[in-house]
């Protein structure tokens, strides 16, 4: 496994069928970005953009997104940022912490959506890389 240290940021406008270990695909028409798991384990990490999930910054260049990476359902739990298109690793979250991190990020996406329960952040995942394929 090869750690990753940046990723170069790629406009696309869906992800290819494999993505590439060390691009961190942007498709705007589908609002999301896309990269292989820094830590080199290989998963795919889907970030869906929106208000209540994650913001992306371009500067022509560089690439950031916000909040952290947090790989809660691989089997690695990998923790990362990715800012101005390098990435920053982060401590590993205890599983009280990952639960309570979980719970925000679904009472935020609820909150969003005007209390609409979204379902669980991996089946938003699945169903937006269904998509592309």
């Not at 270990?21 to 028409?29: A, D, K």
């Not at 970005?33 to 953009?49: A, D, R, W």
């Not at 209540?52 to 950031?64: C, F, P």
Request: net charge positive; proline share 6%; hydrophobic share 30%.
């Amino acid at each position: 496994m090869t750690v990753v240290e940046s990723l170069r940021p790629e406009f696309t406008e869906s992800f290819p069928a494999a993505m590439s270990q060390g691009v961190l695909y942007i498709s705007i028409p589908y609002r999301t970005c896309g990269h292989l798991c820094c830590c080199g384990c290989g998963q795919e990490v889907i970030t869906p953009l929106s208000p209540a999930q994650w913001s992306l910054t371009y500067d022509g260049e560089k690439a950031s997104l916000a909040p952290s990476i947090g790989n809660w359902g691989l089997s690695c739990q990998s923790h990362y940022w990715i800012h101005k298109s390098k990435v920053h690793w982060s401590r590993r979250y205890s599983p009280g912490e990952i639960a309570d991190n979980r719970e925000r990020d679904q009472q935020r996406i609820e909150r969003y959506s005007g209390g609409t329960n979204l379902g669980p952040l991996a089946r938003a995942r699945r169903g937006l890389r269904a998509l592309w394929r």
